[in-house]
């Protein structure tokens, strides 16, 4: 297994950004460290599904505020143009184009 994830950690197209290099390294070692005992990378697992939650958590977060902000701030359009767009229907006369 830990083979494997050296192939997949090798493979990442992050390794080519220096900055998060020494992460994706240092993430491997400690893993590869705590993988040695089942207690340790029980617990090593648990801790790295809470801070993939935590930072997905954080971005929903964001979107969310980000959501509910265009809403409130956001003008809003004209009166007669939100009607004619939405209820728009075929004159059959002249008299209400």
């Known amino acids: 297994m830990s083979d494997r994830r050296e192939k997949l950690v090798a493979k990442s197209g992050a390794t080519q950004w220096p900055v998060l290099r020494r992460f994706i390294v ?15 990378a029980v617990l090593y697992e648990f801790l790295r599904f809470g ?3 935590a930072w997905a958590c954080l971005f929903g ?7 509910v902000a265009t ?5 809003r359009a004209p009166r007669s143009t939100a009607t004619t767009f939405f209820s728009w229907r075929p004159c059959r006369s002249r008299s209400c184009c």
């Open 51 to 53: 801070m993939k939650q």
């Open 26 to 40: 240092a993430e491997r070692r400690f893993g590869n460290r705590m993988a040695k005992r089942r207690s340790t």
């Open 71 to 75: 809403f409130l701030y956001y003008p």
């Open 61 to 67: 977060g964001i979107m969310v505020f980000l959501i």
